[in-house]
């Protein structure tokens, strides 16, 4: 009986008499077992699983095994039906305790070799006898540990008491700094030890248990009323609509004869009228042509000259929680101005905020956005190609260039001009759901590869001009395409990046990864991509880069900002009117030894740096001893500003003349005059956020500041003040601001802030129409403080020489030894030495001029009136 028990789980499914025999056994014995019990049969898969196989885990006087009741739960999960516990699923999942007792039956008591404790009374039941107690309190006590000698080899046993703690740390993408980690010693601390404060951490909490509690007092509740109800406000409208005749009485009225006496009498009159009109314009004031200059403004005489406010841009589903870090007007279609929203650096991460965008607005719909830019990142500096405004270039925060093609989608934007919407206009009734549900959105077509990007954020980005390109070298030669094709770009990693967007001579055809689509959570249409650059996707590397060793130390400049000298070709206005655009796609990169290098191109550059510095340095690169090229050093270094310079911008006017705002001033600079600012402004009490010169004059440009205020400033007028003070234009401070002239009589001023809000101001004809010969003024103005400031270098130069000299002088005449002092008789007689000396002279002089007997009479009688003299 007992052997036949053994092998009845191994072999019993897998004869046909076996498992005959054994089913019959089990069916006839299942009915004899009591209830709180239940006859398993598990295979040898499940005593392995379960840590219970006979003779080896169980045994004959070891028969008790305690499974948990979350394994068994797991098993049943994962096997489903042909678990060997499924008989008792219902059973398991009503089991009260965590464990069940699994008992071996060797002598096949209830027909197989175990059964499964149901209820927790028969557990214990079970578990009390004496032969259950003695067994489990000698599985529970440790057995003696049986020395093999190893305790000889271990002088110092060293235990871990407690579990090790697992740490994950994150750097935030703001930390731009390298961080070195290494050990340290506690005993070079202070007392002895290194303490880490604890501190709540806000995104770990740990849940609650509910419990019942009461308390001794508790206050009655009372529900009150009032008589006052209140009124909720509701939006209501009205529309009106003319009153029209009916065809009876319009046919009635036409037959009147009052009616074509009337028509008679007047259409001679309407007549002539016209005829008037078609010849003068009879509406023309004959005052104000007779008017000149600015007195054309009002003809009442008051000329405005304060900014006047167009309109205002903002969307609260895109720039909620968003700043505005760059903008641009659209070269080509006017009244359409483009935004880069990036999330503010104050707002906590969890802040729920829409993807980072480059938002289209309009004049003629201030209301909704245009057009959509997707970006992976945030955009910190985007610009429009010179060559084909459907072009957009943009750096972003995460040190990647980026490339969009609107040219198929630039239709959206065409759309919302008033004069395609004149049709529109032709309906009697207005709709109230006139909204604008879909937004078009563009993704990008091109994005540089991550490796070979800048490694911190791109802060600027421009085009080079397509009068010329640069090799890799940096030297300037022939664009013989006449297109801009290259960019650069600057980062605070310490370079500037030259990048080339044409095909190369050998392409070859890389699939590309698929970028995850943006959760828009506003309904928008995704236009699909182009392939103008699809040779680039990922695959994008620089040129050459520009590294800006420091001058006299260690170490790189930090670069935020850039300007060169920006040669524009003679053509370029015809390609803007004719709008036949270049064909990026199928531009291609020509061989270099072709190309015809150009020695007039001005290579040089100014930079602003993150601490203030104004860089003046050159992209050629040199070569050493061993022919390997490198950036050169930078030729000058100024510190006029103490803090990060947010503005480097040339004069439209002067191509030598440019502004720059950092800190708590601004300074203008002449190229050339390596000496310092021509000017340089007082310390205002608020930062200097940005700066802009006005497009229409000269000596104008405008300023931004932290609280909010936009300065105007003329150099002609006031070269210490600003001649005007908008003060609480926004609440936080400005962040971005460019003029833009549509016609010779319509000049706007876009001012964004950090609030994510766009203002178009209007510009007065006080400060766009310039002054007779205002460019020649400010050539003259600005070579003046040129040449002022080399003669107080110079002058400068010379009071620290003679400065120097002096203290060389004081100090020759204390190593030098002490003269002796002269004697009392000795200084008496040298006197009446130099006395007689002088008389002698004074009779010579007498004697020659023919009065020396009238002056010797007259000393004599002098001399006998004053004896005692």
């Not at 046909?16 to 019959?24: A, D, L």
């Not at 008992?103 to 259950?132: H, M, W």
């Not at 060559?387 to 989608?409: E, F, K, T």
């Not at 936009?710 to 971005?736: G, R």
């Amino acid at each position: 009986m007992g052997p036949k028990a053994k092998r009845s789980p191994s072999k019993g499914r897998g004869k046909g008499k076996g498992k005959g025999r054994t089913s019959r056994s089990s069916t006839r014995a299942s009915s004899y077992h009591p209830d709180d019990i239940f006859p398993l049969v598990l295979t040898s898969a499940t005593q392995e699983l379960f840590n219970c196989r006979i003779d080896e885990d169980v045994t004959e006087k070891h028969p008790f095994k305690l499974l948990k009741k979350d394994d068994i739960i797991d098993d049943m999960k994962t096997r489903a039906a042909i678990s060997d516990f499924s008989p008792v699923k219902h059973a398991v999942l009503d089991y009260p305790e965590e464990e069940m007792l699994l008992v071996f039956d060797s002598n096949l008591t209830y027909g197989q070799c175990f059964y499964l404790v149901l209820t927790p009374e028969s557990k214990e039941r079970i578990l009390k006898t004496p032969e259950a107690e003695e067994l489990l309190e000698s599985e529970k006590r440790p057995k003696l540990w049986i020395p093999l000698g190893s305790e000889k080899e271990i002088e110092e046993p060293v235990k871990e008491t407690r579990e090790k703690l697992r740490l994950k740390l994150r750097l935030d993408r703001e930390g731009q700094s390298e961080v070195c980690f290494s050990d340290r010693d506690c005993a070079e601390s202070k007392d002895s030890h290194l303490e880490c404060t604890s501190y709540e951490d806000s995104k770990f909490k740990i849940k609650k248990l509910m419990s019942d509690c009461g308390v001794q007092a508790v206050p009655m509740l009372q529900t009150n009323g009032c008589q006052t109800m209140r009124m909720v406000p509701k939006d209501t409208f009205t529309q009106y609509e003319p009153r029209e005749f009916s065809t009876k009485e319009k046919e009635m009225i036409l037959k009147e004869q009052n009616l074509r006496d009337f028509c008679g009498r007047q259409i001679p009159r309407m007549l002539f009228a016209l005829q008037q009109e078609e010849i003068i314009n009879v509406f023309l004031d004959d005052w104000r042509s007779l008017a000149t200059g600015i007195e054309i403004c009002d003809w009442s005489g008051q000329v405005s000259d304060t900014l006047v406010l167009h309109q205002v841009f903002t969307d609260q589903k895109f720039a909620k929680n968003k700043t505005i870090s760059c903008l641009n007007w659209h070269p080509t279609i006017h009244g359409v101005v483009a935004v880069a929203l990036t999330k503010r650096h104050r707002e906590p991460a969890e802040t729920a905020s829409s993807p980072p965008l480059i938002v289209f607005y309009s004049f003629s719909d201030p209301s909704n956005p245009q057009f959509l830019l997707e970006c992976p990142d945030d955009i910190l500096a985007f610009q429009f190609s010179p060559s084909n405004p459907n072009i957009i270039v943009g750096g972003c925060i995460n040190g990647q260039i980026l490339l969009w093609d609107l040219s198929a989608h630039v239709t959206y934007i065409q759309a919302s001009q008033p004069s395609s919407r004149k049709d529109s206009t032709s309906s009697d009734k207005f709709d109230l759901n006139d909204s604008k549900e879909n937004i078009p959105i563009v993704r990008f077509c091109a994005v540089s590869a991550l490796e070979s990007s800048h490694k911190a954020p791109v802060t600027d980005v421009q085009w080079l001009p397509p009068t010329f390109e640069v090799t890799i070298l940096g030297l300037p030669v022939e664009n013989k395409q006449k297109v801009s094709v290259q960019i650069i770009t600057c980062s605070p990693d310490c370079t500037l990046r030259f990048w080339d967007v044409r095909l190369p001579a050998v392409f070859t055809n890389t699939p590309t990864e698929s970028t995850p689509a943006v959760d828009h959570k506003t309904p928008m249409t995704t236009c699909s991509v182009p392939e103008t650059f699809k040779h680039l996707d990922r695959t994008w590397k620089p040129l050459f880069r520009v590294s800006l060793s420091k001058i006299d130390t260690k170490g790189e400049y930090v670069p935020m900002k850039f300007s060169f000298e920006n040669v524009i070709a003679p053509t370029d206005k015809d390609i803007k009117g004719t709008e036949v655009f270049p064909d990026y796609s199928q531009l291609m990169l020509p061989a270099s030894e072709k190309l015809r290098e150009m020695d007039s191109i001005n290579t040089k550059f100014f930079v602003g740096t993150e601490n203030g510095e104004i860089i003046y340095s050159d992209w050629k690169m040199e070569s050493d001893d061993s022919g390997r090229p490198h950036s050169s050093k930078p030729f000058a270094c100024f510190n006029t500003h103490h803090w990060l310079v947010n503005t480097v911008q040339r004069s439209p006017f002067f191509k030598d003349i440019l502004l720059t705002t950092g800190g708590w001033n601004f300074a203008i600079w002449k190229e050339g005059v390596m000496d310092g600012p021509l000017v340089a402004s007082q310390y205002f009490e608020q930062e200097c956020t940005v700066g802009c010169w006005s497009l229409s004059r000269p000596a104008v440009f405008f300023i931004g500041k932290t609280d909010g205020s936009v300065e105007i400033w003329d150099m002609l007028k006031n070269s210490s003040e600003p001649l005007q003070l908008h003060a609480h234009i926004s609440k936080s401070k400005i962040t971005c601001m460019k003029a833009c002239s549509f016609t010779a009589e319509q000049h706007f001023l876009a001012v964004a802030d950090d609030l994510g809000v766009l203002r178009i101001f209007e510009i007065p004809k006080a400060l766009y129409l310039p002054f007779g010969h205002e460019d020649l003024s400010m050539k003259r103005y600005f070579d003046l403080e040129a040449e002022s400031l080399k003669d107080y270098l110079k002058r400068e130069e010379n009071w620290t020489k003679q400065k120097k000299e002096e203290e060389e002088m004081k100090l020759k005449q204390k190593m030098e030894p002490e003269k002796p002092e002269t004697p009392p008789k000795e200084i008496q007689r040298l006197d009446l030495t130099e006395y007689s000396d002088d008389l002698i002279l004074e009779e010579e002089l007498l004697q020659d001029m023919g009065l020396w007997p009238i002056a010797a009479e007259s000393e004599r009688k002098n001399t006998e009136h004053h004896p005692h003299s």
